[in-house]
């Protein structure tokens, strides 16, 4: 069966109860837990009217992500600690979450992605994207969805 589960999380309540699932997920069947947020790229500059951001606020937005980004897999790692599963984590910076969630799996030799949806259907879903349903698209591994 699957010995590596990589876990994205994005800090929701819904992510969080994915996080609860999984982490019970891999003890039951004894597997290893990589947990995972992506960063978002902050834009350099504003297109047509020559607006640069200054880049300590790139360097402030990125250290301050990962730091929030830190102490939420920190608070994964106590979980699975506490639940006797092995435990890594990582923080990357993405271009977009699915392609962060799909390269992180890759680079952590996982053989599943457990991960919540936020189950936006209709104009939000459209409007808003899923990145579930992304990670289902462009995956070629399995993808266990929690809702």
Known sequence: MFKH???????????NKAVKAGVRFAREIGARVTAYQAIGALLTH??????V???????DFERGAREVAQRRLDAIGKLARAAGVAFDS?????DTPYKGIIEAAKKHRCD?????????????????????????THCKIPVLVYR
């Open 5 to 15: 589960i990589l876990i994205p999380t994005d800090g929701s309540p819904i992510a």
């Open 46 to 51: 504003i297109d047509d009217e020559g607006y």
């Open 90 to 94: 990582a923080v990357t910076r993405a």
């Open 53 to 59: 951001i200054d880049p300590k606020v790139h360097e």
């Open 112 to 136: 599943v992605i457990f991960m919540a949806s936020h189950g936006r259907r209709g104009v939000s879903g459209l409007f808003m994207g899923s990145v579930t349903q992304k990670v289902l």
